[in-house]
C-alpha cells in the first residue's frame, strides 16, 4: 500500500498526520484553564463579527449583482477564521472536531461539553461585545446608512428562517468551517493556513448557511440599531431575543451535526480507527 505522505506530498501534512494532530490540539484545548478558555473565546467572537461586519460592508453596495455580492461578501468574511486559526483563538465551531479525540478515548465527554459550552458562551460575549463597539463607533451610519438598514434585514431574514432550515444551514455551515480548518491544519506556513481557510468559509457565506457567532454578532447589533439607532430601522419589523434565540438553538444544533458528525467522527472512523487497529 502506498504511504500516505507520498500520495499527498511532502510539503503539507498528510490526512492522517491531520488527524492526529486534530485529537493532539483537541486534547489541549479540553485541558485548558478556564480563564485562559473563555478569554480566547471571547477573543473568537469578536473575530467572527470582525469578518461579519466586513460582508456586511459588501452586501450594502447596490451597485454589485447578487452573486458578486455573495462571492466578495464571502471573501471578506473569511478574515475572521484566518484571525482565529493564524493569531489563536477559540471558536465553537471549530472546535466541534474535539469530537475526535473524544472518541478515541483521550478526553471524557465532560471534558468536551465544558469546553463547548465555556467557549460558546464567551464567543457570544465576544461578538456581541464588539457589536456594542461598532454601534458606538458609528460605523452602520457609513454608505448613507445602508450598512445598518443591511444589518436589519440580514438580522431580520435570520429570525425568520424555520427551525429546520436553521438546522440544515447550521450543518451545511459547519462541514465546511471544520474543512478550513481541517485543512489549515496540512499548512505549515500562514500562506499555506490562508490558502486553505479562503475557499470553504467564502462558499459557506456565498451560499447562505448559517454559523451560529456571526449572528452572535449580527442579531445584537441589529437590535442596538433598532432601539437606538435611526427611526426608520425602528419602524421595520422587530429583531428580539426570543427571535434570535430561535435563531441560534437550531443553528447551534446544526453546527454541532455538521462539525462533530459530518466531519469529526468521520474522518476518526477512516484515520483514528485504522491507527489503533494498525499502530504500525
Known sequence: MANTNELYGSDAYAPSEIAQRIESIGVTKARLATLPLLMLGM???????????????????????????????????????????????????????LAMAWADGRISSLDVLRNWLLVCVANFIGAAGLALLVFASGHTDLNGGAIGQQVVKIALAKQDLSPIQAFFRGVLCNVLVCMAVWMAMAGRSVVDKAVAVVPPIMAFVAAGFEHSIANMYLMPLAMLLQQFGPAHLAATAPVTWSGMLGNLLPVIAGNLVGGSVLVGLTYYVIYGRKAKQDPA
Open 43 to 97: 477573543l473568537a467572537g469578536a473575530f467572527i463579527g470582525l469578518g461579519a461586519m466586513l460582508f456586511v460592508l459588501v452586501k450594502s453596495d447596490a451597485s454589485l449583482g447578487f452573486a458578486a455580492s455573495a462571492i466578495v461578501g464571502g471573501l471578506v468574511f473569511s478574515l475572521g477564521l484566518l484571525l482565529v486559526v493564524v493569531a489563536g483563538a477559540e471558536l465553537f465551531t471549530g472546535n466541534n472536531l
